[in-house]
């Protein structure tokens, strides 16, 4: 058949697609790309490289900075884990608790430039993606799967801390019953209700992970503001000698404190998995390039540190060998200083109101793999507004059914800490820096042995913490 169109030159076509990512890239469509390319001789096969290109092309939206990008990732790390630092303290003692808090940073970060590095050179858009370009699709399938299950059972833990911290628990008295008294605020189901329906559905319903950014810099300020308020009374009572003499290294004398040694070592690998959403807030960070993230993840880890280990040593003076699992709950007594009442009600609505905050950003990442995992081939979440509020609502549904369906989330807290916590850190990444290396940049010696000992690591905490587990409840049982 006759067709009134004639075929298109080669070196026409490449004209017409560098001039496409041209306008893609350009600073005047407010994408936020910044190495805007030399429009002299553009018909020069050679003018453009796309591998400077954007790792994704869609709506040109501005991206979020550096700072941004920050406060999104060290809100991914900062969340519950952190009220069950100061209990570790008083399983290893001080000095082993810090070096391990360090440690497990570094260690951290480095997975997560491999992330990154990778993720550019095989055009990775998600987590996923680049575990499949390395290991294959049944692995990205397993990949998603641990973020589905591990970002689910963080979110559960989030609501039942707040449920428990507002309204009461078998261990310790709600906020609303010391201010209120009796009433149907005593009830967890309806206060996680409350709270989902007015503060955090409103949240979870946005977009763009970008979107976040000043929600994740209040929650860091909170989180921050906690430490700094705790680090003062244990300061207090320092100097009026009421703090007893820490533990500064492991107890090895009984079978219980060995037990709680090996539970100890999945939470302490748990305290800084952001892995699943470093691709999203590397793909919406403004002008992104790997050395920009990288800065980003080093100044994330910089900043866990310093609340970590403040926290830890902090609550561990505090409450010495009385400091529980969850240290929130030993701030409903006396603090044994002045305004001592004022100070726990300060600590407790500020850590609520930091989860409140911190919730959307881990949100944003499972409906993310939900949506990836079940509509595979279709248009990206972000161009489909009614998906994105289905989605939403019914991983939030699930949600709220889980926290008032399970009674004590802390065994499967730390069960998910060494499975999926733990290969999402510390398992893939080095996997895909071993394999992907051999087709593009590849490994130093001394990256190659590291990936080999993350994931030795990787495989020894899932061991031990499993093995800790079964043992504990065991032990719960007689």
């Known amino acids: 058949m006759d067709s009134n169109y004639s075929k298109l030159d080669v070196k026409d076509e490449n004209f017409l697609l560098k001039t496409q990512a041209f306008r893609l890239i350009s600073p005047d469509h407010e994408n936020g790309y ?24 869609g709506e040109n939206k501005s991206g979020s900075g550096i700072y941004g990008a920050v406060f999104n990732l060290t809100t991914s790390i900062i969340g519950a884990g952190i009220m069950a630092l100061p209990a570790t303290m008083k399983v290893v003692g001080l000095f082993v608790g810090v070096i391990l808090i360090c440690f497990m940073a570094i260690l951290s970060e480095i997975s997560v ?4 590095r990778f993720a550019v050179q095989c055009k990775a858009a998600t987590y996923g993606e680049v575990v499949e370009a390395a290991l294959g699709r049944t692995a990205r399938i397993l990949s998603e799967i641990c973020i589905i299950v591990n970002n689910a059972g963080v979110l559960v833990v989030y609501l039942i801390i707040i449920g428990d911290v507002m309204s009461g628990s078998l261990h310790h008295i709600g906020v609303f019953d010391q201010w209120w008294g009796h009433g149907f605020w005593d009830h967890r189901k309806i206060v996680i209700l409350i709270i989902l329906v007015l503060f955090l559905t409103p949240l979870c319903t946005l977009d763009r992970i970008d979107s976040l950014s000043t929600t994740s810099a ?17 300061l207090i009572k320092l100097v009026e000698g009421k703090i007893e003499p820490p533990r500064m290294m492991p107890d090895f004398g009984s079978k219980k404190a060995i037990l709680d040694l090996l539970v100890v070592i999945p939470i302490m690998s748990n305290a800084y998995v952001c892995h699943f959403n470093v691709q999203p807030i590397y793909n919406e960070l403004e002008g992104r390039s790997p050395s920009k993230m990288y800065r980003v993840g080093r100044i994330t880890a910089a900043i866990c540190v310093a609340v970590y280990a403040s926290t830890a040593i902090a609550g561990y003076l505090l409450f010495g060998k009385d400091t529980e699992s969850d240290v929130l709950t030993n701030f409903d007594k006396d603090l044994g200083i002045r305004f001592s009442t004022a100070l726990n009600y300060f600590v407790r609505i500020g850590y609520i109101l930091h989860l409140v905050l911190v919730f959307p950003v881990i949100h944003f990442s499972l409906r993310q793999t939900v949506d990836t995992l079940i509509f595979e081939g279709l248009n990206p979440l972000s161009e489909s507004r009614k998906r994105c509020l289905v989605l939403t609502f019914v991983l939030l549904g699930l949600i709220y059914l889980g926290s008032t369906m399970i009674p004590n989330i802390w ?8 499975t999926t916590a733990v290969s999402l850190a510390f398992t893939f990444p080095p996997l895909i820096a071993l394999r992907l290396s051999k087709e593009g940049s590849g490994l130093s010696f001394s990256e190659r042995l590291l990936s080999w000992f993350m994931l030795t690591l990787a495989v020894i905490v899932s061991i031990v913490g499993v093995v800790g587990n079964i043992y504990s409840l065991k032990g719960d049982s007689k």
């Open 411 to 418: 065994t499967a807290f730390k069960f998910t800490g060494a």
């Open 34 to 57: 910044s190495n805007r390319p030399n429009t002299d001789g553009l018909d020069d096969e050679d003018d453009l490289d796309f591998d400077d290109l954007p790792l994704i092309f």
């Open 113 to 116: 430039e491999f992330l990154v």
């Open 218 to 234: 209040a929650s860091v300020t909170l989180a921050v503001v906690f430490v700094v308020v705790v680090v003062i009374v244990a």
